[in-house]
Each structure stands twice: as structure tokens, then as C-alpha cells.
């Protein structure tokens, strides 16, 4: 069973490690995402020469012009950038002690450092519950990923093949 400090220990490690993304020079598939509202791709990552089952997800929704971008370890998101102008993000009122305030307008950042007191015993992260602002130089889409894998420590070559989904399911 893991503890809450084993997992926080392995995020923070799989955080700080440089990774790769497998896959990056083919076009990725759009399949619709679970709720059928938009489309997914799924990108695994390497740490090391190795999988370890930690992916990069790209979430759009093209009819609103909106995405995500996330990254998973241990099947748990432990950052995620939302780019929706029109939705603000409500932080807890403990956001105040990282220097973040209680409500986030639009497009935001849910960072690791802010959100891993929420880890709980088991070592479980039900929700990220801290965002911060995204800095305004991240107006597109491509900015945005090149943006959310430099803080993720994701190598992303310039000629990637990651593009914003233009058509509808």
C-alpha cells in the first residue's frame, strides 16, 4: 500500500526527471474523451529509457475553441493546465498560504508544489484543488504545451506533430 509520503516522494521524483514523450513524430488519434463533449490523445512518457505508465493527455474541446493539458503518474493527474477563457477556478482558502488567490479567471495552471498537501493517508489525490494564473505570453495552443512541458520537464522538439484538434466527433 502506498503512503501519502511515498507518493509524494514519487511525484516529486517523476517531476523533477527529465522525460520524453514516445510517439511525438506521428500524429496523434483524437478519440472522443469519456464524456463525449470533446476529443483526447494520450502520450505516453519515458523516464530514463523507461515506461512507467505516466502519460502526457491533450483534452479539446474544438467546438469552444478550449484544452487541457496533463500529466499523469500512477494513473493520478499531477498537473494540468486549463485553457478556457470564460471558466475561473475556485482555489480552498488555504490558497492564500501559497501565495495564490481565491479565485483564478480563466485560463490557469494546476501546479504539483500547491496541490500535494491534498494528498491524503493512502496516498491518493482525489482533485487538484490550487491553481495559479497562466502567465499572458501563453495565448495558443502551442504555447500553452510548450509552456506546460517546460514546467513538467518534458522534452517537446519543435518539429512535434501535436496540433490542435480541428475537427468535431
Known amino acids: 500500500m ?34 463525449r463533449v470533446g476529443v483526447i490523445a494520450k502520450f505516453p512518457l519515458e523516464v530514463n529509457g523507461v515506461q512507467y505508465g505516466s ?7 474544438p ?6 493539458i496533463l500529466a499523469t503518474h500512477c494513473h493520478t493527474c499531477v498537473s494540468r493546465l486549463d485553457f478556457n477563457p470564460d471558466e475561473p477556478h475556485t482555489n480552498t482558502m488555504h490558497a492564500q498560504s501559497d501565495g495564490l488567490p481565491g479565485i483564478v479567471s480563466g485560463k490557469h ?13 493512502q496516498g491518493g489525490l482525489e482533485r487538484l484543488r490550487h491553481a ?28 512535434h ?9
Open 2 to 35: 502506498t503512503t501519502k509520503n511515498d507518493f509524494i516522494l514519487a511525484v516529486d521524483a517523476f517531476i523533477s526527471a527529465p522525460k520524453l514523450i514516445v510517439g511525438i513524430g506521428t500524429p496523434p488519434q483524437w478519440p472522443p474523451d469519456r464524456n
Open 55 to 61: 502519460t502526457l493527455e491533450v483534452g479539446a474541446t
Open 63 to 68: 467546438a469552444i475553441g478550449a484544452f487541457r
Open 109 to 121: 495552471f494546476h501546479r504539483w508544489t500547491f496541490n500535494k498537501r491534498f494528498v491524503d493517508a
Open 132 to 159: 495559479e494564473e497562466l502567465p499572458p505570453s501563453v495565448r495558443t495552443f502551442d504555447a500553452a504545451l510548450r509552456w506546460f512541458c517546460d514546467e513538467m520537464n518534458i522534452s517537446l522538439p519543435h518539429n
Open 161 to 169: 506533430s501535436i496540433d490542435y484538434p480541428r475537427t468535431l466527433i
